[in-house]
């Protein structure tokens, strides 16, 4: 059977949610694993909610499409939590961003991370706009389905021309949570 | 091949077009197909081509028929109600002998229909949407690279068989993103006298030096008619032998047989790992064309197989009706499916199979 990891991340549109899914995309690319990634798409993303899909494995990935039993599910917004939990198997690791997510999970037998995403950013980084690279840096720490050494490369990739500036502050957002 | 890169469906389609020498792209949006359009519009004109934006899908289809008579490689894509409306100058393109190659990244229909994905336009496509006697050749892609050797391939097979080629794809994968190595970009051929090397049969211009072509899909005395498909009808018979194409999972020992093309296919493949961890003996013949339908797959089974299901995007079983025809009768065949946008997903292609078999 293939050992495939199945990650949701949802949110407000805006929030970098798919932006989030790109980049364990392309990390996992870049360390020679098989990977999808699949956004919603339709009317839900005007204004609402926004969430992509990505499976990363050692072997070929079957469906890309997957709707449950998720190993690792991040929500950016409470609505997402709210839709998604039931959602994640057990075990499985759940990553609420706790700058905007003011409800709690009622699910016992899932690990929980909290990352204040916005407070971090500010404070650690002093731009608001790593946010989602400081959420991106807590799952790959936690989960390690992808290294971290490889994230360079990624942004390097990413970042081009007159974004390439921000490569050592994203660099550095993705080490700046702490449990 | 190119080194890997990160690309949605697409944008990769039409990174794949350009690579195979298409220089000219005309459109109207619609989703899940939109990236297609849009790439163009900012790259195609950098490649030496011509993008137009048309009013309506029956102007980019007769656009295309004027770029593609006059020799350039075509690319159009739509999606299903979209392709609907191209399908009179479809059946024009097709009575004139041009080539031109379409993409469907099909949703849900009939009518505007849904915009997630769906294989209902499986007859449309393969059946000929249009009028008269033809045939459209026609690729079905599961994945992101399968659908770029595809697009790549299916100019070539256009230009060969003088003939609308379609790559039938879906918005789970024109959607979706999947590393992808891009095929080697193709030079295109420019300008009559490069183009009238490579297609002699194109409307360049008869400068005074040859007899004048002309393209003329009218025959008002029926018995010229009928002597004119006798001379091309046997490029069909030709496809039929030569194209047919299709990938075999597990059928050395399968007892059950499911047929599935395009992203529908992966679903299937993921519920053939569960429906084996169970010991229920499952393989699959995945259609790469649906025209030619690949009948020599099925002409391989053997004892072993006790019952065929097709696991497909489509209320009626539209491919179903393509594999009950090629078994005569052989095999029991049964309908896994979901419709109108909405998709099937592994565990409930392993409980409709076992409902199927009566596996408890």
């Known amino acids: 059977m293939s050992d495939v990891k199945k990650i949701l991340i949802a949110g407000f549109g805006g929030q970098g949610v798919l932006l989030i899914g790109q980049m364990l995309s392309y990390a996992a690319m870049y360390e020679d694993k098989e990977v999808t990634w699949m956004p919603s798409y339709g009317p839900e993303m005007r204004g609402g909610v926004a969430n992509c899909t990505v499976n990363i494995s050692s072997s070929p990935i079957a469906s890309p499409v997957v709707t449950k039993d998720f190993d690792v599910l991040i929500v950016m917004n409470g609505p997402s939590l709210e839709k998604f939990e039931k959602d994640l198997k057990p075990g499985g690791d759940l990553f609420i961003n706790t700058s905007i997510v003011d409800i709690e999970p009622t699910r016992s037998d899932i690990n929980i991370y909290r990352v204040d995403c916005n407070e971090v950013a500010e404070s650690k980084i002093g731009n608001a706009k790593t946010a989602n690279m400081v959420m991106l840096g807590a799952i790959i720490r936690k989960t390690g389905v992808v290294s971290l050494a490889i994230m360079e490369k990624v942004f390097n990739k990413v970042f081009t021309g007159k974004k390439a500036k921000l490569i050592p502050a994203n660099l550095q957002a993705l080490e700046a949570w702490d449990e | ?360």
């Open chain 2, 1 to 360: 091949m190119s080194e890997k890169q990160l690309l949605k469906g697409n944008e990769a389609f039409a990174k794949a077009a350009i690579n195979a020498g298409c220089r000219y792209y005309f459109g109207y949006p619609i989703t899940p197909q939109n990236e297609v359009p849009e790439y163009m519009s900012r790259e195609l004109a950098n490649a030496g081509g011509a993008f137009i934006q048309a009013g309506s899908e029956l102007e980019a289809v007769n656009m295309a028929y004027g770029a593609a008579a006059s020799g350039g490689r075509v690319l159009l894509s739509s999606s299903s109600p979209g392709i609907a409306l191209m399908q009179e100058s479809i059946s024009l393109l097709s009575s004139v002998e041009v080539p031109i190659v379409l993409i469907n990244v099909m949703r849900g229909g009939p009518g505007i229909g849904s915009i997630q994905a769906s294989q209902a336009d499986y007859e449309q496509v393969t059946k000929g949407g249009g009028n008269g006697d033809y045939h459209t050749i026609v690729f079905a892609p599961s994945s992101i690279q399968e659908a770029c050797d595809m697009i790549y391939h299916a100019f070539d097979v256009a230009d060969e068989y003088r003939n609308p080629v379609i790559v039938c794809a879906d918005g789970t994968i024109g959607q979706m993103m999947e590393p992808v190595a891009l095929p080697e970009a193709k030079e295109a051929a420019m300008g009559d006298e490069a183009i009238a090397a490579v297609k002699p049969w194109a409307l360049t211009g008869h400068k005074n030096k040859r007899e004048r072509h002309a393209m003329n899909s009218v025959w008002l005395q029926q018995d010229l008619l009928e002597n004119y498909i006798d001379e091309y009808w046997p490029k069909y018979e030709k496809a039929e032998r030569e194209l047919q194409d299709w990938e075999e999972v597990m059928l050395d020992d399968a007892e059950v047989v499911f047929v599935a093309y395009g992203s529908t296919s992966r679903v299937a493949k993921e519920a053939i790992q569960a429906l084996r961890a169970e010991g229920i003996k499952v393989g699959m013949i995945r259609p790469k064309t649906l025209w030619p339908f690949p009948a020599k797959a099925f002409e391989k089974l053997g004892d072993n197989v006790k019952h065929v299901i097709s696991v497909e995007l489509s209320k009626g079983g539209q491919l179903m009706h393509d594999v009950k025809y090629v078994l005569g009768g052989k095999y029991p065949v049964s309908l896994i499916n979901r419709y109108g946008g909405m998709l099937l997903d592994p565990d409930e292609v392993v409980a409709r199979t076992k409902e199927i078999l009566e596996v408890k």
